[in-house]
């Protein structure tokens, strides 16, 4: 039986995730979508961590892919590190399959393994609700993006073994690439 199979993404996914995101971004006006280039700019950069960028595989094709990049909040006594999601996408041939549930859970696992707090999204609440997001405004967390309400939103991990206290209020800052999306 052919199962999904969730992993990090390796150098040769670097072709089938620019393929996957074209199709799954694409539109009529666009020749190339904004992802595309985004997630190329961001690899390579210190926001990219190479546990969180997340495929899903299906058959041996790469049909889905959640990443994880690093950002800042700032707050009043200082910064502390959080993640921002983005892009998720799945192939138009694999859509409504579970697989995009599947390898957004299996990134935010991973970053609850590796001790993270909080991962902040702009996106539609009907989607990202599922994995507990809610609006990141009413948590005192601004951003760029913070006008837009309820697609502005964030969720708090579960503590790791540490144990960490709090997550404090304050403004995430987005490193460059995310100014094109
Ligand atoms: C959004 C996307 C990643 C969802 O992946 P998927 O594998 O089709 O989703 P799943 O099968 O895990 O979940 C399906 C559920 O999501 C909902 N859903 C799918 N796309 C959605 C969207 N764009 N907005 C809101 N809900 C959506 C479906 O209604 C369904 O809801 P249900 O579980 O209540 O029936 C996929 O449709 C996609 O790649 N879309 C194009 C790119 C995109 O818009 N990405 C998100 C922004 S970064």
């Known amino acids: 039986m052919t199962t999904l199979r969730l992993r990090p993404e390796d150098p040769a996914d670097t072709g089938p995730i620019r393929r996957l ?3 799954a971004f694409a539109r009529p006006d666009v020749r190339s979508p904004p992802e595309v280039g985004f997630v190329e700019e961001l690899r390579g950069t210190d926001a ?3 546990e969180l960028a997340m495929v899903a595989e299906y058959g041996g094709e790469v049909v889905g892919y959640a990443l ?3 950002v800042r909040l700032v707050h009043p006594t200082g910064t502390a590190p959080a993640l921002a999601l983005g892009p998720v996408a799945v192939a138009p041939h694999r859509q409504r399959l579970g697989h995009g549930t599947a390898v957004v859970q299996a990134a935010l696992d ?3 393994e590796l001790g993270e707090r909080l991962v902040v999204v702009l996106g539609d609440p009907a ?3 599922r994995f507990g997001f809610t609006r990141a405004d009413r948590m005192g967390l601004s951003s760029p993006w913070s006008g837009l309400g309820e697609p502005w939103q964030a969720l708090v991990l579960p503590p790791s073994a540490s144990g960490e206290g709090p997550v404090p209020r304050g403004e995430v800052r987005f490193p460059p690439p995310w100014s094109k999306i």
Request: no cysteine; proline share 7%.
């Open 21 to 23: 995101l074209a199709a």
């Open 48 to 50: 990219w961590i190479p």
């Open 68 to 70: 994880l990049t690093r």
């Open 110 to 112: 991973a970053a609850t």
């Open 127 to 129: 989607y990202y609700r």
